[in-house]
């Protein structure tokens, strides 16, 4: 299985790049842009239920605006809400390794996604949401995405692609 992923921690241990020239080692990577999205309430039977919808409607657009333009081909676009912490990897050559030549040419273009919820971490500082998502090419494709306060800001940290 085919991992798509952006963690600066992890990211060249894992994917094997040499950041400093962002050279893949082995397969090379890639990500979605947005069209669709659904929400499907799984009933949480919690006070924080409204906190985490609230959390949602404020993550889910800048989602889908990386996704669209995952979906276009736009790396300067794609990585705009991505955090500060990313920048060391947030360039036109990742991009291409990770989204262009890897994601695209297995997935395809992203089509539409459906929430998880109970699968997602809402919190203040580092936001987890789990989608299925469908693709072009491949209609099951669990899509993880990790977001991280930056300033008082939440800005993505990773978006991930799995086969299911």
Same mark, same amino acid.
Not at 83 to 95: R, V
């Given at each position: ?15 094997? +790049? ?54 276009k081909g736009d790396p300067k676009a794609f990585w705009a809400d991505f ?11 990742? +991009?291409d390794a990770l989204y262009v030549q890897g994601a695209k040419k297995?997935?395809?273009? +992203? ?35 990790? +977001? ?17």
């Open positions: 299985m085919l991992v798509y992923s952006l963690c600066l921690t992890s990211f060249a241990h894992v994917y094997g +790049f040499d950041l400093p020239g962002i050279v893949k080692k082995e397969k090379e990577e890639t990500a979605p842009a947005a069209k669709e999205s659904k929400t499907e309430e799984a009933p949480k039977a919690t006070a924080s239920s409204s906190s985490s919808d609230s959390q949602l409607g404020t993550l889910e657009p800048i989602l889908d605006k990386a996704l669209a333009a995952y979906n955090s500060k912490q990313m920048s060391s990897i947030t360039t036109k050559e990742t +991009f297995e997935f395809g273009n +992203f089509v539409s996604k459906v929430i998880k919820k109970d699968e997602c971490s809402f919190n203040a500082d580092t936001p987890l949401l789990i989608y299925v998502g469908e693709f072009e090419k491949n209609k099951k494709v669990k899509i993880s995405v990790n +977001f991280i306060k930056d300033g008082n800001d939440l800005k993505l940290m990773q978006i991930r692609f799995d086969k299911i």
